[in-house]
């Protein structure tokens, strides 16, 4: 069965302390892997599209990477607005029913 | 540009009633998906309709059925609503095509069924 698991479920950060957040996947021939940051009360906002093991993408202080396995959200030096939910999801193997990780809730303390 | 735009914003309803809920694509998306999201938990995939026909159902009962019009917007229905179907319900749009493309989604519809 196609899974999408994110790790760890909540995180706690001073603000300027990096870390990274987790996302395994088990979808077989992945077209595609997707995330988005939500806030409390609001839609996903999408973040990036990785499609290939090795694939990377950046967008101010984050950083999204891909493997055959998994993917891992970067965050550099985090500032308390990053606080909020992260989302990852995969299209399951071979249909558009797109399956999303359950979230790593983000908390920066300034 | 006007983003996805999803109406209403919220709603009250009792048990065993109807619901119809709408939501409009951005400009030039020909691709909906509806999905639910209870607290604390992901969003879970209802459906998804490309030019108006179905292109995917997730794991929810025939009480849940959509429909998408000429104009590529929306509407999701609930029938006989159970205290369960209390959740924000996030409609998405994403251009579609042969293969999956990144969604972005409207703000949502807080359903509260009592």
């Known amino acids: 069965e196609d899974q999408v698991t994110q790790s760890p479920e909540a995180l706690r950060l001073q603000e300027g302390e990096s870390s990274s957040l987790n996302c395994s996947y088990t979808?077989?021939?992945?077209?595609?892997l997707f995330w988005y940051r939500q806030d409390p009360g609001k839609g996903p906002e999408f973040l990036f599209t990785l499609y290939s093991a090795g694939e990377e993408k950046e967008k101010e202080r984050l950083k999204a990477t891909l493997t055959k396995k998994e993917s891992f959200l970067h965050i550099t030096a985090p500032k308390p607005e990053d606080s909020a939910t992260y989302l990852c999801a995969a299209p399951e193997t071979g249909g558009f029913k797109t399956i999303f990780g359950a979230g790593t809730r983000l908390f920066v303390k300034a | 540009d006007a983003g996805v735009t999803q109406s209403p914003t919220h709603l009250i309803k009792t048990r065993g009633q109807h619901v119809t809920l709408r939501c409009s694509p951005i400009s030039g998306h020909k691709s909906v998906s509806w999905y639910q999201q209870v607290l604390g938990q992901g969003p879970q995939f209802i459906f998804q309709y490309y030019e108006k026909e179905e292109r995917g159902r997730g794991n929810f009962p025939d009480r849940f059925s959509a429909r998408q019009f000429p104009n590529y917007s929306s509407e999701l229905n609930v029938n006989a609503l159970l205290l369960g179907d209390s959740a924000l319900y996030l409609c998405a749009s994403s251009r579609g095509g042969a293969l999956p493309s990144e969604a972005f989604f409207g703000q949502g519809t807080r359903l509260t069924v009592v």
């Open positions: 979808v077989s021939g992945l077209r595609g």
